[in-house]
């Protein structure tokens, strides 16, 4: 037999349909001569032979971070001692499924969190051991274009655009598995969550006083009653706390920074987010992207540094309510913040799929004065992100790692969310957001009028 070691040598190597094939069959080779407890010395770049995984494990290690350089005869690995180094072995004895594209989607994650494994020396990674046995999974025996976890996510995609409810998404996989007994399916929607949120870009729940007083997060995160007004962190029933501890208000906060590396890891968007720096228009009476106006070139002069990398990004914010239960005779009013990012192109950055959603405000009033309590967890990453920044590895250039900082440019709004977002009233005598307390008004008959327009206007206007 010969064995075909070329594919070790690949770099990108979660990119490359060689390489994975090759793993398999190293893999397959390998598999019976892991020890009594099932381990067996792992070959990646960063574990270099000295420590031991399980067979799973060594496939995901590999894959994340490589095959080492020099380990020519594979004498740990089932290959004789006495074959020749150089040789190399022909093609497995197994079939495997074609790669899908969620081999791709897992290189992002992966190779997006190396860098940080990298700090605390080699890990089993178990976070990512069942996406890949749903990968290396057929849906069903006989199908090699599906994979277990391909379908999934696809499911789970057409469940969020039809707003399928999580009991009718249950039953439709009970009727699958009734159908099609040999299929290889989650068994409800609660385990399919539970293995999406595996590959990153989760929430946080954050519970909120019945007030709005303050959020039970960081200091405030062990306590059972509010720091401003000491009302309970819990619902009571008759007075008393019932046997599960039941939240008044919980804050949905989806974290910013890994949403941005997400964007960079991925081959696809990462070019993108170069966009700002090279489409700029040449005619300077033309404005077809935020790049092209006053505010932006500006921004830049203030902060030189910050602009010296074109791959620091530039965000927008925009906040406003909506009734999530589609019935305008029910009084309920839930907030969202979505963030935009400036450095993709005009065409890409105001679509849905590009929009991130940051925060979702519980009601069933509006936050109002509050919005700032609700903001916290978003501001104090925004600080963080615009002070020391994010490394982040780059796709478009050599995956190389950069410190990525982020600056929040402005806020889009109408004016009764610019009133909670900037804390100055938007009714009133002094509603003018540019006048401030020499707004020009006077009451009339029960209502604040405003005059003294004219003085924006030319002269010689009529």
């Known amino acids: 037999m010969t ?10 190597c979660g990119s490359s349909n060689e390489f994975w094939n090759g793993l398999q069959h190293f893999l397959q080779m ?49 290959e004789p001692a006495t074959a020749n180094a150089g040789t190399t072995v022909a093609g497995p004895s197994g079939r495997i499924h074609e790669r899908d594209e969620m081999f791709d989607v897992l290189d992002d994650i992966i190779s997006e969190d190396a860098d940080e494994d990298a700090v605390g020396g080699p890990s089993s990674n178990e976070q990512y051991d069942d996406l890949f046995a749903a990968l290396r999974s057929e849906l069903y025996p006989g199908v090699s274009s599906f994979s277990s976890l391909n379908f999934l996510v696809k499911l789970m995609h057409l469940k969020v655009l039809n707003k399928w409810t999580n009991k009718s998404f249950d039953e439709l996989l009970k009727l699958l598995k009734l159908a099609f007994p040999k299929i290889d399916l989650v068994e409800s929607h609660y385990e399919a969550k539970k293995l999406m949120t595996k590959m990153g870009l989760g929430y946080s729940s954050i519970h909120v006083c019945k007030n709005d007083c303050a959020l039970f997060w960081k200091e405030n995160s062990l306590k059972y009653t509010c720091p401003v007004c000491s009302e309970s962190r819990w619902k009571l029933q008759s007075g008393k706390r019932s046997g599960k501890n039941v939240p008044h208000k919980v804050l949905r906060y989806f974290p910013v920074g890994p949403r941005l590396k997400r ?11 170069w966009w700002h720096s090279t489409g700029k228009s040449k005619d300077n009476d033309v404005m077809r992207h935020p790049v092209d106006g006053k505010l932006w070139q500006e921004f830049d002069k203030r902060h030189p540094q910050f602009a010296g990398d074109v791959r620091n990004v530039r965000l927008g914010l925009a906040a406003d309510g909506f009734n999530p239960f589609g019935s305008m005779s029910l009084s309920y009013s839930m907030w969202h913040v979505v963030l935009t990012t400036y450095n ?84 009133g005598y002094r509603a003018c957001p540019t006048c401030n307390e020499d707004t020009p008004s006077m009451r009339v008959i029960g209502k604040t009028a405003y005059f003294g327009h004219r003085r924006f206007l030319p002269t010689n206007h009529h």
Not at 3 to 12: N, V
Not at 263 to 273: E, H, I, N, Y
Not at 361 to 378: A, C
Not at 402 to 425: E, K, Q
Request: aromatic residues 12%; hydrophobic residues 40%.
């Open 30 to 78: 390998a598999k019976p001569f892991v020890n009594d407890r099932g381990f067996i010395k792992c070959p990646c770049r960063r574990c270099l032979n000295n420590a031991s995984h399980q067979l799973e494990d060594l496939e995901s290690h590999i894959f994340r971070n490589g095959f080492m350089f020099g380990y020519n005869q594979w004498i740990h690995h089932g």
């Open 3 to 12: 064995i075909d070691k070329s594919w070790t040598t690949i770099r990108r």
């Open 263 to 273: 964007l960079f890891a991925t081959s696809k968007t990462a070019k993108l987010m």
């Open 344 to 427: 993709l192109p005009p065409w890409i950055c105001m679509k849905a799929e590009y929009l991130m959603l940051s925060l979702l405000i519980p009601g069933p009033q509006s936050p109002g004065k509050d919005m700032d309590v609700f903001l916290r967890p978003l501001i104090d990453e925004l600080k963080e992100l615009w002070v020391h920044g994010l490394d982040t590895r780059d796709a478009a250039y050599e995956n190389s790692v950069f410190r990525m900082r982020a600056a929040l440019l402005w806020t889009v709004n109408d004016f009764p969310a610019r009133s909670s977002l900037s804390g100055w009233s938007g009714q």
